[in-house]
């Protein structure tokens, strides 16, 4: 089983939806929960990173964190063609150095 | 324009020869990685270095080196001794205190010919 598991996709949503996105994880020693965004050929892009539980918000964009439950989401409101990219959850421990574990990513499509 | 510069874009390798990867950060990061990406996985560490004159393997360190001699340049060497070198190879850096990679190179993109 992966530390680390992320629905691939594709999700395909019309401009304007309301995009959930979600990861679960096995190790709960995870304190520092990451988003990624990645457009094809380029390097990521660090979108939200939060630490423990609870709930984060950026503009359209909202991380949450459920850790008893393992599972963590990024919701992306008034979703935008420009959004159409792959993102990536990552987690890392706060002891036992600097190891961030990364999903597979999601592959998203915002149709205009 | 402070970021992280990954040199070449593109890199073709005959069977049996080591290339040097180029990775350059003027963002004064302490912290320096390497990843690779395949495909369908996430992102695998190679190599990283917390200060200059150290680094340390990660995952997937075999038939890799690297080298950390100024605190700005983190180049990666995939040598002959690693079977399967074609994939995505990504650099990036985070400043003390940040326990994430912060910012990422655009990559280059390694193929076997």
């Known amino acids: 089983q992966k530390e680390v598991e992320q629905d691939p996709g594709p999700l395909s949503v019309p401009e304007g939806a309301i995009v959930s996105l979600n990861c679960t994880y096995s190790n709960s020693a995870f304190q520092y929960f990451m988003w990624y965004r990645q457009y ?52 890392r421990q706060n002891t036992g150095g600097f190891k961030t574990i990364f999903g597979a990513g999601t592959r998203l499509f915002v149709k205009a | 324009d402070g970021g992280i510069t990954q040199s070449p874009k593109y890199l073709f390798r005959k069977e049996g020869q080591n290339v040097t990867l180029s990775c350059e950060q003027n963002l004064n990061h302490d912290a320096m990685y390497w990843y690779r990406q395949d495909p369908g996985q996430g992102l695998r560490l190679i190599y990283y270095s917390q200060i200059v004159n150290d680094f340390q393997k990660g995952d997937i360190a075999e038939g890799y080196s690297v080298s950390r001699e100024k605190k700005e340049s983190f180049p990666l060497t995939v040598t002959s001794a690693q079977k399967n070198p074609t994939a995505f190879y990504l650099c990036a850096s985070s400043p003390a205190g940040l326990n994430t990679e912060a910012f990422f190179g655009q990559g280059t993109r390694l193929t076997v010919v």
């Open chain 1, 40 to 91: 094809s050929r380029k390097g990521p892009e660090l979108l939200m990173y939060t630490y423990s539980s609870g709930n984060k918000e950026d503009g359209r964009f909202t991380a949450q964190v459920d850790k008893s439950s393992k599972y963590i989401s990024l919701f992306i409101r008034d979703s935008q063609p420009s959004d159409s990219a792959t993102y990536l959850c990552a987690m």
